[in-house]
T-cell receptor
Framework: KNEVEQSPQNLTAQEGEFITINCSYS?????LHWLQQHPGGGIVSLFM???GKKKHGRLIATINIQEKHSSLHITASHPRDSAVYICAVPHSGGGADGLTFGKGTHLIIQP | DTGVSQDPRHKITKRGQNVTFRCDPISEHNRLYWYRQTLGQGPEFLTYFQNEAQLEKSRLLSDRFSAERPKGSFSTLEIQRTEQGDSAMYLCASSSGRYNSPLHFGNGTRLTVT
C-alpha cells in the first residue's frame, strides 16, 4: 500500500510570494494527482502527472519518479489561492485504483 | 455534463439512526469511489465500483456500512446504527476508468452524529 507524506502541513505566506508544497510517496506509481480543496469540502483536480512538469496558469507541478517525489509551486500567490492542497497516488501504484491521499497542506495567503 | 452530485449536502442524525447518502456520477463514468474525510485529514478510501460491481472495500468499512450501485449509475452509501465517530465528510468521485483518468469529485455530504 502506498504511503503519502506532504510538507509542510500548514503554510502562511504574503501575497506575491512563491509557494512550494512537497509530496513523497513510497510505491512506484503510474501517475500522481494534485488536488485543491476549499472550505466547504469541494475538491478540484489540479494536475495529474506521470513525469516531468505541467503548468496551468500560475500553478506548476513537477514529479521525479526515481525519487518518488513531487512538488506543487504557486507563482505570484494571491489570497484566492488559500485552500488545502492534497497530493494523492494510486493505492498500489496502478492507474485505475482508488487513491491514497496525503493529509494536505493548509495554505493561507495574506494580502 | 453537470459533474458529480451528492445528496444531501448536510445530514444531522442521532446516534443509532440509519442514514443513506446518494451519489450521481458523471454519466459516462463507469468507476465510482466513496471516500471519508475527517477534520484536518486527507480523504480516506472506503470503496469503489466498476459499473455495478463493488471491487474493493477498505477495512474502514465496517459491517455497519454498505454501498450499492444497482444499475451501474448512481450509488448509495448507507450507515446503520450511526456512532459519533461516523461524523465526517463523505465524498464521492467518479472516473472513466481508463488508465490514469482523472477523478471528478462531488461536493460531499457532511454527516454530524449527535
Amino acid at each position: 500500500k502506498n504511503e503519502v507524506e506532504q510538507s509542510p502541513q500548514n503554510l502562511t505566506a504574503q501575497e506575491g510570494e512563491f509557494i512550494t508544497i512537497n509530496c513523497s510517496y513510497s510505491v512506484g506509481i503510474s501517475a500522481l494527482h494534485w488536488l485543491q480543496q476549499h472550505p466547504g469540502g469541494g475538491i478540484v483536480s489540479l494536475f495529474m502527472l506521470s513525469s516531468g512538469k505541467k503548468k496551468h496558469g500560475r500553478l506548476i507541478a513537477t514529479i521525479n519518479i526515481q525519487e518518488k517525489h513531487s512538488s506543487l509551486h504557486i507563482t505570484a500567490s494571491h489570497p484566492r489561492d488559500s485552500a488545502v492542497y492534497i497530493c494523492a497516488v494510486p493505492h498500489s501504484g496502478g492507474g485505475a485504483d482508488g487513491l491514497t491521499f496525503g493529509k494536505g497542506t493548509h495554505l493561507i495567503i495574506q494580502p | 455534463d453537470t459533474g458529480v452530485s451528492q445528496d444531501p449536502r448536510h445530514k444531522i442524525t442521532k446516534r443509532g439512526q440509519n442514514v443513506t447518502f446518494r451519489c450521481d456520477p458523471i454519466s459516462e463514468h463507469n468507476r465510482l469511489y466513496w471516500y471519508r474525510q475527517t477534520l484536518g485529514q486527507g480523504p480516506e478510501f472506503l470503496t469503489y465500483f466498476q459499473n455495478e460491481a463493488q471491487l474493493e472495500k477498505s477495512r474502514l468499512l465496517s459491517d455497519r456500512f454498505s454501498a450499492e450501485r444497482p444499475k451501474g449509475s448512481f450509488s448509495t452509501l448507507e450507515i446503520q446504527r450511526t456512532e459519533q465517530g461516523d461524523s465526517a465528510m463523505y465524498l464521492c468521485a467518479s472516473s472513466s476508468g481508463r488508465y490514469n483518468s482523472p477523478l471528478h469529485f462531488g461536493n460531499g455530504t457532511r454527516l454530524t452524529v449527535t
